[in-house]
């Protein structure tokens, strides 16, 4: 195969990428872009082995179906609520594909490697790790395994700061060693990476991983880039560059949607309460205390039951409303619950009311979270509104109905000054007319910020398992 045709051929993947990911941009057409992008990365991957000479290598193949068999039993089995560190182990896998690559570029039999190539490699040996540590981090923090509040530890700003600067140093050493110096001078950036990639990944906190996650996506790219400028292919180079360019149009989305910049996600600042001013004006925060499980007893003083005159007047509340807008948050997909959110929104309309979903950009743990679970059900796109369209609509709402939502619908982002969420755009559902709100508890969210909605006399708390709160509204729906 000739340069020319290759490049032609890797052309016309590249530009399929890019028609993948403008296709996603719409939940209509997603599935069709998510496809494109697949046939375009098979594509890719035979191309780079007919270009090498390769295509017949038995071993080659016999990986790659191992790789696809496992990837086909992961996608079967996780639900969707595992997706979000399902996708952040996806990111550090790539991660450490690019780093693989770098290390066997700089260390193995690949002839001589010109100045450049052996500063990409050293990067792309660097970002890849980072990007692999991090990832996982990010990954048992999403699963439990690790406390998802913020894990500051003693002198954390010196620490993170000598393992980036040892990380960068060691990085652009390697380039100038050579022999057995190269080797382990690549073995300690490497660790430098590591260590950096955990020890600045520990200190984010639950409510900032939609952010982490798209960094870390970010970087998977990056790293995809700097590996293909040390090993001479344009055709990773520009795939690479493209998913680390989306990752971080992403990251700047998902910034601006909670009003924070990325330093004060990275730095931890923006899910430590302060302590100070509105926080702690309706309840003591401690910032160490996890979310409770589903399923889990409430405390006695929250587990309160409703008396059948207020489940009366739930009953009529909810076959009165002709506009009702409903709320998803992170305790829906924790609870399993779209299914009855469902159920919900056809018995309201089957009773005659408009029913629409009010969609916060960070509601979830990763961007799109509450989209997929509700797509999952089938609830029909046009019904899912973002954050401006609900906010405008929510005054001439007879309705609302919050299921696991907190931070993303907390009055106090307006008042709460030097609070985790002061200047967070919210949902603002205390414009409707009335809300019920099935949390499980009335503690505060991942920010550590209590709610005023739960004092507000126009708010009925339904609290506990979400599966259980709903279907308890789906009963008292007039048949």
Not at 143 to 171: E, Q
Request: net charge neutral.
């Amino acid at each position: 195969m000739t340069a020319a045709v290759h490049h032609i051929i890797a052309l016309i993947f590249v530009v399929g990428f890019l028609g993948g990911i403008r296709l996603m941009r719409s939940p209509r057409t997603a599935a069709q872009g998510n496809l494109l992008g697949a046939a375009c990365m098979l594509g890719a991957v035979v191309l780079t082995l007919v270009k090498h000479g390769v295509i017949g290598t038995g071993l080659l193949w016999a990986a790659m179906a191992a790789g696809a068999a496992i990837g086909t039993v992961i996608a079967l089995r996780v639900t969707m609520v595992q997706m979000p560190q399902l996708v952040a182990l996806l990111n550090g896998f790539g991660g450490a594909a690019s780093a693989i690559v770098a290390a066997v570029v700089l260390n193995g039999d690949a002839g001589d490697l010109n100045l450049f190539s052996r500063l990409s490699g050293g990067l792309a040996l660097a970002v890849g790790t980072v990007t692999l540590s991090g990832s996982l981090v990010a990954a048992g923090k999403l699963t439990g395994r690790l406390r998802p509040r913020p894990v500051v530890l003693r002198s954390h700003g010196w620490l993170t700061g000598v393992a980036a600067a040892a990380t960068a140093g060691l990085a652009l050493a390697v380039a100038f060693m050579v022999g057995d110096m190269r080797v382990a001078v690549s073995v300690a950036a490497l660790v430098a990476a590591a260590l950096y990639g955990v020890v600045m990944t520990i200190r984010i906190g639950g409510a900032d991983m939609p952010i982490t996650i798209s960094l870390l996506n970010s970087c998977s790219g990056l790293a995809a880039a700097i590996a293909g400028f040390a090993i001479g292919s344009p055709l990773l180079v520009a795939t690479g560059g493209i998913v680390g360019a989306a990752g971080l149009i992403l990251t700047q989305s998902m910034c601006r949607a909670m009003n924070r910049s990325l330093m004060e996600v990275l730095s931890g600042r923006t899910t430590v309460a302060s302590g100070s001013g509105a926080a702690t004006e309706s309840a003591t925060v401690d910032p160490q205390a996890a979310p409770r499980a589903p399923g889990s007893e409430p405390p006695a003083e929250e587990g309160r039951e409703h008396a059948q005159g207020e489940q009366a007047d739930l009953g009529t509340l909810l076959g009165a409303a002709k506009t009702v807008v409903i709320v998803p948050g992170y305790g829906m997909a924790l609870a399993q619950a779209q299914q009855q959110v469902k159920q919900l929104m056809d018995r309201l309309e089957a009773g005659g009311a408009e029913v629409n979903f009010a969609i916060h950009p960070v509601a979830g743990r990763m961007p799109g979270h509450m989209n997929v679970l509700l797509a999952e059900v089938d609830v029909p796109y046009d019904k899912l509104w973002e954050l401006d369209a609900a906010n405008a609509a929510l005054a001439a709402t007879d309705l609302v109905i919050i299921v696991g939502a907190n931070d993303v619908v907390n009055p106090a982002a307006g008042t709460a000054e030097g609070t985790p969420i002061y200047g967070m755009p919210i949902l603002r559902v205390a414009d409707a007319g009335k809300v019920i709100i099935c949390n499980m508890d009335t503690a505060p969210g991942y920010a550590g910020v209590p709610n005023p909605l739960y004092e507000d006399p126009e708010v009925t708390l339904l609290l506990g398992d979400a599966k259980e709160t709903v279907a308890q509204l789906i009963a008292l729906i007039p048949r």
